[in-house]
Structures are given as structure tokens and as C-alpha cells.
């Protein structure tokens, strides 16, 4: 079992930024990778960023390349999302997955690839 705790969303104006973190505990040595996602209103939930925990790759949605960072900390526990110049379309809850180690394959826009979920995060930017 992993748990994960998730903190940092707020309210912000247009062109802001917001530091989202997702710190994972329980059986934290399966963890192979470790992604964000989030979901608006009526819309369905989409693929954001995510770090592969043994090549340390990193992949981003294009709609967030060149304004969204992510890291891990070097016990491997934690991962943050940086969020920098804040759209309102980037409105949405947003939720941390972790993936299990295991697979050959992995495709990290896809919501099945994940085992653990956090509860989510909001994230507002005002007009």
C-alpha cells in the first residue's frame, strides 16, 4: 500500500504560481513512477506531468510545457509540481498517482498505468 498526501493548491491571479506536493508513504520502495493529473469541471480528466523514478525521465502535456516543472526529492518519496504562469484554463482539481514497479511499458498519460491516487488538490486562477 501507498498512500499519498497532497498539499499546495490555492487561489491565484492570472500569471501566477503555485508549488504542488505530493509526498508518498507506506511501500514506498515498489514506486516506479510518480505523475499529476487534473481534472475541471464537465471536462475529463487529463494527463499532466510525470517522472519515471529509474531513468528520471520527465513528460509533460503541451499544454503545460515551458510553464510546469516537475521533481522529485532524492529519497524518492516525494514529487512536486511547479506551476508558473497561470492560466484560468489551467483551473482543475489536480491529483497525484503513483505507479508500482513491474511493467516493461509505460505510458505515462494514461490514467490505468497508475495503482494510487491522492485525494487532490485545487488549484483557481482569476481572470
Known amino acids: 500500500q501507498v498512500q499519498l498526501v497532497v498539499s499546495g493548491g490555492g487561489l491565484v491571479q492570472t500569471g501566477g504560481s503555485l508549488r504542488l506536493s505530493c509526498a508518498a508513504a507506506?511501500?514506498?520502495?515498489?514506486?516506479?513512477?510518480m505523475g499529476w493529473f487534473r481534472q475541471a469541471p464537465g471536462k475529463e480528466r487529463e494527463f499532466v506531468a510525470a517522472?519515471?523514478?529509474?531513468?528520471?525521465?520527465?513528460y509533460y502535456a503541451d499544454s503545460v510545457k515551458g510553464r510546469f516543472t516537475i521533481s522529485r526529492d532524492n529519497a524518492k518519496t516525494t514529487v512536486i509540481l511547479q506551476v508558473n504562469s497561470l492560466k484560468p484554463e489551467d483551473t482543475a482539481v489536480y491529483y497525484c498517482?503513483?505507479?508500482?514497479?513491474?511493467?516493461?511499458?509505460?505510458?505515462?498519460?494514461?490514467?490505468?498505468?497508475?495503482?494510487?491516487w491522492g485525494q487532490g488538490t485545487q488549484v483557481t486562477v482569476s481572470s
Open positions: 507506506g511501500r514506498t520502495f515498489s514506486i516506479y513512477a
Open positions: 498517482a503513483v505507479k508500482r514497479g513491474g511493467d516493461t511499458y509505460y505510458h505515462p498519460s494514461r490514467t490505468y498505468e497508475y495503482d494510487y
Open positions: 517522472a519515471d523514478w529509474s531513468g528520471d525521465s520527465r
